[in-house]
C-alpha cells in the first residue's frame, strides 16, 4: 500500500499533451502511472513514471524504463488504459488523483475520461483533469470554496444527471437554489469577482470547469 496522503499523476495518451507544459507540473513526490503511450510523453523530459499500464498495441515504451513497474492488459478488454490506471490508484490507496493527456485528440476518449471522474468521486477519491486551457473536476455535494480564482471564467455543467440545483457566492452573476438542465447550458463562462468563490451543490452531479485564461 503507498502512502495515500501523496498525489497519484496519471499521464493518458492524447496527441495534444506538450512534454514541457507536463514538466512544470509534476513534482517529485508525485506517484506517476502511464496509461500505454502516455509513458512517450516523459522520455523526452527524463522523468520515469512508478508504474505503466496498457496493453501497449501502439506502443513498446514500456521496454525504455527498466525501473518501472508495467501491468500488461489484454487487448480487448471492457475498460480503457486511462480506467484502469485509475481503478489501480484506488486499489493502491491515493486520494487525490490529476490526470493529464486526458483531453484532446479522439472525443470518445475525453468523454470517457470525464466519467472517470465520476468513478472516482464515487469510490472516495478527489480526481481533476488538467491541460493547458482548463482544469476540469467533478463538484462535490454541499459548500465547494475556489481559491485565488479572482477573474478566472468558471463554468459548471450538469453531467450523468437531467439537472443539477446550484449557488453561487463570488460570482459575476450569482444564482440562488437554481435548476439547471443539462440541455440548456448556460451556467458556461461566469467569472469569479472574488479571490475565492463558494459553489453550492445542492443536488444533482455537475462538472467544474476552470479556464486558465
Do not use: W
Request: glycine share 6%.
Amino acid at each position: 500500500m503507498v502512502n495515500s496522503t501523496s498525489r497519484c499523476v496519471i499521464i493518458s495518451a492524447s496527441p495534444e499533451l506538450d512534454s514541457d507544459f507536463l514538466k512544470t507540473k509534476i513534482t517529485s513526490d508525485d506517484y506517476i502511472i502511464c496509461a500505454d503511450g502516455g509513458a512517450d510523453k516523459l522520455i523526452p523530459i527524463g522523468i520515469v513514471p512508478d508504474l505503466i499500464i496498457g496493453d501497449f498495441d501502439s506502443s513498446d515504451n514500456y521496454k525504455y524504463f527498466k525501473d518501472s513497474e508495467v501491468v500488461t492488459l489484454q487487448v480487448q478488454k471492457d475498460d480503457t488504459d486511462t480506467m484502469h490506471c485509475a481503478a489501480e490508484a484506488v486499489k493502491r490507496g491515493f486520494k487525490d488523483i490529476v490526470f493529464f493527456g486526458a483531453t484532446g485528440g479522439r472525443l470518445d476518449h475525453t468523454l470517457a475520461n470525464l466519467s472517470v471522474l465520476l468513478y472516482l468521486q464515487n469510490n472516495g477519491a478527489r480526481g481533476k483533469i488538467v491541460d493547458k486551457f482548463n482544469e476540469i473536476s467533478l463538484l462535490t455535494n454541499g459548500e465547494n470554496i475556489l481559491k485565488d480564482v479572482r477573474k478566472k471564467t468558471i463554468s459548471v455543467m450538469p453531467f450523468a444527471c437531467f439537472s443539477a440545483v446550484l449557488s453561487y457566492e463570488g460570482m459575476f452573476y450569482p444564482m440562488e437554489n437554481q435548476t439547471v438542465n443539462a440541455d440548456f447550458p448556460y451556467t458556461i463562462s461566469n467569472s469569479a469577482i472574488d479571490d475565492d468563490v463558494k459553489i453550492f451543490l445542492h443536488s444533482g452531479t455537475a462538472l467544474l470547469i476552470i479556464v486558465n485564461d
